[in-house]
């Protein structure tokens, strides 16, 4: 990709180059303006509580890793409800959206792309307009501050992206590998698990990164949904936001902690990141 | 695709029900159907009563007064105007500074990728986190980092959430979203074919030539993406808003969503918080239905079926 880019955009004649130098310092400029609020975090996620309210803030001092001691055993608890939504919705996402993705790329019938485009317009449904009627009848079946009540509506959530996104990777395998295995007799079932879910791996790996991010970050749900028991990290995060100069450092310990995780998986599916958003209109 | 449709063999009437592969997009149909479609109409059945949870008694059928009340009384007005201001504003400023961040971006220039990662990183950040990180150690006007430039540079603190507290909330999302219009826009930038590109520079033109006459057409269909998936998004911010304002001071940054939330979820008015929830609902379509359209022409068209 890298080699791609570097031979399409070529330096400009030689005159602008003192401009292409001020160009790149204010794109460092930039990125360090933009990156500055989570760097001020990190650091301040290694002060002293004494240290994070100094003013002038310090920009340099000794680090402690006291704070993340500290946050550990309330964040824990969280960690784990997050865990377990985001890779539960996206385990249930794919459990139902796979078989969807794979008939509507490999048996379309007449209405597949009517279909595909309905189950993407779910996901486009605001959150705002069903969370009345969804909590009241959470409230009826118990549902309400439990995993499998977020589960539910993480797995709404996931799955249209699922859909879509495995459509448009099960759609590129050649038609000819599923006539071939036909004609030695192979069934449905075959031809999918023998056939399209090999073939597809990648393309599943680069979607349950895309819902593992969607479903750890999505904050409506369960902020609505959730109190203490089944809260998540974002309801975690949330119930400290009055600090007033106090905990900042355990809380930016706290926040390192929850950002992290997905830092690290958008930074290496920088690339699919793309296509998922823009539901593959932009590759 | 059509071909492929021919070839599937026509179903042999041979039993009364017969498997057939499409039935496999069941599960997944009916599964959304009862998460979103279901509740969504009950929101309306919802919308057209007066109910309040807290007051027992009757739920009388009111028809339209639920939406009438919400608009003409002049506080609710309100809530829309700033939903409004709140959607525009960070649209306006997540474009213009993404698309900035797409040309720097797409010229060489070593740390290339580095700066790129660093750019996206704030996409990635939860909501909430946003809010926590900006209103603490930013905002703040004690302990906040602005608090201490405006002090170096000799000037009164600033107590930003309860004096411009819009503005505060627009740079927030803003500072999450630009980066989403900033790859969007550079991806699309990458696929510019070279030679438009160098035949345009060879004849001469100005950078700001080449922008209009060459980039600006090239990314019609990226800015349309951008702008209304980020529109849709616009038009939910919640996290954002909940962990920093609250929705204020007064109602000054109560947008749908968190109104919605207090009505519904607080005051437990089953019967106003709906009826914003359908308006919100119908507004979203309005959008969706551009933006449908186009992802599907687009991925259609793009070599993909």
Redesign the interface.
């Known amino acids: 990709m ?1 080699a ?10 030689k005159p602008l180059n003192w401009q ?1 130098g001020l ?2 310092l ?3 400029l ?3 303006l ?2 500055f ?2 760097l ?2 990190l650091m ?1 996620a290694f002060k002293t509580e004494g240290q994070a ?1 100094e ?3 310090l920009f340099t001092f000794a680090p402690t890793l006291e704070n993340f001691g500290k946050s550990l055993s309330s964040y824990f608890p969280h960690l784990v409800n997050s865990l377990l939504v985001a890779i539960g919705s996206t385990l249930l996402a794919f459990v ?2 796979l ?2 993705a ?9 209405r ?2 009517g ?8 996901k ?14 959470f409230n009826q079946l118990k549902l309400l501050d439990t995993l499998p009540g977020l589960l ?2 993480y ?2 959530m996931n ?2 992206l699922v ?1 879509w996104m495995m459509h ?1 990777y099960l ?2 395998i050649p ?1 000819a590998i599923f ?1 071939a295995a036909k004609v030695d007799g192979a069934t ?1 079932g075959q031809e999918f698990f023998i056939i399209a879910l090999p073939l597809a791996v990648p393309g599943m790996a680069a979607t349950s990164l895309l819902a593992l ?1 969607f479903a ?2 999505e ?2 749900f369960a ?2 949904l959730t109190s203490s028991n089944a809260a998540p ?2 309801v975690f ?2 119930s ?2 009055s ?3 106090l905990y ?1 450092a355990q ?2 310990a706290a ?1 390192t902690l ?2 992290l995780p ?2 690290i ?3 290496v599916a ?1 690339r699919q ?2 296509r998922g ?7 | ?1 059509t071909a ?2 021919l ?2 063999p026509a179903p042999t009437q041979r039993r009364g029900f017969r ?7 069941w ?3 009916i ?2 159907i009862l ?3 279901a ?2 109409f ?2 309306l059945y ?1 919308s057209f009563i007066r109910w309040n949870i807290q007051i027992p008694g009757e739920r009388p059928f009111v028809g339209f007064d639920n939406y009438a009340g919400l608009l003409t009384d002049p506080q609710n007005l309100s809530v829309l105007f700033n939903t409004l201001v709140l959607t525009v504003g960070t649209l306006v400023a997540t474009v213009v500074l993404g698309a900035i ?1 797409a040309l ?8 290339r ?1 580095l ?24 905002l ?1 006007p ?2 906040g ?1 602005f ?2 430039i405006s ?2 540079l000799k000037l009164a603190p600033v107590d930003y959430l309860a004096n411009y507290p819009m503005a505060s909330v627009i740079t927030m999302v803003a ?1 999450e979203w ?3 219009a900033m ?2 826009l550079l ?2 930038l ?1 696929s ?1 074919p ?1 030679d438009q590109i ?1 035949a345009a ?1 060879l004849d001469g033109v100005t950078p700001f030539q080449e922008f209009r006459y060459i980039v600006l057409p090239f990314w019609r ?2 800015l349309e ?1 951008v702008i209304l ?1 980020e529109t ?1 998004a616009f ?2 911010v ?2 954002e808003i ?3 304002t609250s929705g204020g001071p007064g109602i000054a940054t109560t947008n ?2 968190f109104f ?2 207090q009505k ?2 607080v005051e437990f008015n ?1 019967g106003v ?2 009826a ?3 308006i ?2 119908v507004l ?2 309005i959008l ?1 239905v551009f ?2 359209r ?3 022409n ?3 068209s ?1 070599g ?2």
Not at chain 1, 124 to 137: K, R, W
Not at chain 2, 19 to 25: N, R
Not at chain 2, 104 to 111: A, K, N, Q, S
């Open positions: 890298t791609s880019i570097s031979q399409k955009a070529r330096p400009r004649a292409g160009l790149t204010l794109t460092y930039l990125a360090f933009f990156f609020p989570l001020w975090m301040t309210i003013i002038p803030p139902l959206g078989p969807a794979f008939a509507l790329a490999v048996y379309p019938t007449a597949a792309r279909t595909l485009t309905w189950i993407l317009s779910t486009m449904m605001p959150a705002v307009g069903v969370i009345v009627p969804l909590y009241l009848i539910i509506m797995t709404t799955l249209p859909v448009s759609v590129d038609y006539e449905l991010i750890w970050n904050v409506f902020l609505n990290l974002s995060i949330g400290q936001k600090g007033e100069g900042y809380l930016c926040a929850t950002v997905v830092l998986f958008g930074w920088q990141l793309v958003l823009s539901f593959g209109a932009v590759k | 695709m492929r449709a070839e599937t498997f057939s592969p499409s039935m496999l997009v599960p997944a149909v599964y959304l998460t979103t479609q509740p969504f009950m929101t919802y961040l720097l971006l797409h010229r060489p220039f070593p740390g990728p700066m790129r990662t660093l750019l996206m990183s704030s996409f990635l950040v939860m909501p909430v986190v946003t809010a926590v990180v900006w209103k603490n150690l930013l703040n004690v302990f980092f608090s201490w002090q170096a500072w630009t980066p989403f790859l969007i991806t699309s990458q510019l070279d160098e520079r269909q990226a993406v998936l849709i038009l939910q919640y996290g909940y962990a920093s749908l969503p919605i939330y519904g979820l089953v918080a709906s914003a929830g359908v919100a609902v979203t379509n969706a933006l449908l186009m992802i599907s687009n991925t259609a793009g993909h079926s």
